[in-house]
């Protein structure tokens, strides 16, 4: 299903795709937890981080050496040959040879498209500037799936709906799923208008509120992102929306009983640090299963037929 196939956005995924990673990302949790394994020895995974990461990062890197397999690191790109002008194409060539699949995170939206057209090995898109961010969806819906149920869930996506790589991707796996969506964002940050009318073209029925208040009680899951700061053109503009949102646990009390809170993390102040405490909050869980789900597809794309050969 996914072998030398290139990972871009949530767009190109069917129902029946994310079932299956979800799938095996259940089955491979154990290695997650430390049982050990050896199903992607002899594979290496190529880690291109153009801009700043920990859990993608890291949770690429834990899922390859905990199968087995290893990485290699671009590391910084003023350490490489990009400080002498190389472009993005003849880097991922010349990186395509040395690995089996490349993991890119850059700056730049439609990059990891590009990178694809010029790789040799499947490519991974782990966030392309306000683009899309597929893998960190695939650990959401996991994590929504073991915390409540996927099918038809009420749930609030929160913050900046705009610039938010994270919301984009999920939106779009929702509606496979018959998900009630809240957009609740600051006027400047509402979700593009063409992301809600693929929703709306897909049957998701979709609202939009600029209060959180507006959805009390009625949500299954609340889903706050942090507000994108570094793709604001003008700082004065950030300043503005800088502190729209802060969940704390007096703002969930009149929230269903069983609502979760998710958070791709890093948070700034969107989540008080006393909400970590109560039921509500799954975040730490969820950077958790980053692991098990990138684990999941490393080995759908990478495993050799009928085990590894000697
Ligand atoms: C997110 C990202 O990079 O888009 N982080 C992540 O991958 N877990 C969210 C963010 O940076 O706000």
């Known amino acids: 299903m996914f072998k030398k196939?290139?990972?871009?956005?949530?767009r190109e995924f069917s129902r029946e795709e994310m079932d299956s990673v979800l799938e095996?990302?259940?089955?491979?949790?154990?290695?997650a937890r430390g049982?050990?394994?050896?199903?992607?020895?002899?594979?290496?995974?190529?880690?291109?981080?153009f801009e700043p990461s920990t859990r993608t990062r890291m949770s690429f890197e834990t899922a390859m050496k905990r199968l087995g397999g290893s990485t290699i690191?671009?590391?910084?790109?003023?350490?490489?040959?990009?400080?002498?002008?190389?472009?993005?194409?003849?880097?991922?060539?010349?990186?395509?040879g040395y690995a089996d699949a490349i993991v890119i995170r850059h700056p730049k939206e439609g990059s990891a498209r590009l990178a694809a057209e010029f790789?040799?090995?499947?490519?991974?898109?782990?966030?392309?500037?306000?683009?899309?961010h597929p893998t960190q969806t695939l650990l959401d819906l996991y994590t929504i799936k073991k915390e409540r149920h996927l099918e038809g869930?009420?749930?609030?996506?929160?913050?900046?709906?705009?610039?938010?790589?994270?919301?984009?991707?999920?939106?779009?796996?929702?509606?496979?799923?018959?998900?009630?969506?809240?957009?609740?964002s600051p006027p400047t940050l509402r979700m593009p208008d063409q992301i809600k009318s693929d929703l709306s073209s897909r049957g998701t029925i979709v609202r939009e509120a600029s209060d959180l208040g507006e959805v009390m009680g009625s949500i299954d899951v609340l889903y706050v992102t942090r507000i994108q700061k570094e793709r604001f053109p003008d700082?004065?503009?950030?300043?503005?929306?800088?502190?729209?949102?802060?969940?704390?646990?007096?703002s969930l009390q009149q929230m269903?009983?069983?609502?979760?809170?998710?958070?791709?993390?890093?948070?700034?102040?969107?989540?008080?640090?006393?909400?970590?405490?109560?039921?509500?909050?799954?975040?730490?869980?969820?950077?958790?299963?980053?692991?098990?789900?990138?684990?999941?597809?490393?080995?759908?794309?990478?495993?050799?037929?009928?085990?590894?050969?000697?």
Do not use: C, W
């Not at 009420?154 to 809240?182: F, P």
């Open 73 to 96: 690191n671009l590391g910084s790109a003023e350490a490489s040959s990009i400080a002498k002008g190389e472009s993005l194409a003849d880097t991922v060539r010349v990186v395509g």
């Open 153 to 184: 869930i009420s749930i609030a996506l929160v913050g900046d709906l705009k610039y938010g790589r994270t919301v984009h991707s999920l939106a779009y796996a929702l509606s496979l799923y018959g998900a009630e969506i809240t957009l609740i």
């Open 119 to 132: 790789s040799p090995v499947p490519v991974l898109n782990a966030g392309d500037g306000a683009g899309h």
């Open 24 to 31: 095996t990302a259940a089955s491979l949790e154990p290695f």
């Open 5 to 10: 196939r290139h990972l871009l956005s949530m």
């Open 235 to 250: 700082p004065v503009e950030y300043n503005k929306v800088a502190k729209s949102y802060r969940i704390t646990p007096e």
């Open 256 to 310: 269903n009983q069983g609502l979760i809170v998710m958070h791709p993390l890093p948070r700034v102040d969107e989540i008080s640090p006393e909400v970590d405490m109560t039921s509500h909050a799954v975040y730490f869980k969820q950077s958790f299963y980053g692991v098990p789900v990138r684990m999941a597809l490393l080995k759908m794309m990478l495993e050799d037929e009928g085990g590894q050969e000697q």
């Open 35 to 49: 049982k050990r394994s050896d199903m992607l020895s002899g594979k290496i995974l190529a880690l291109l981080f």
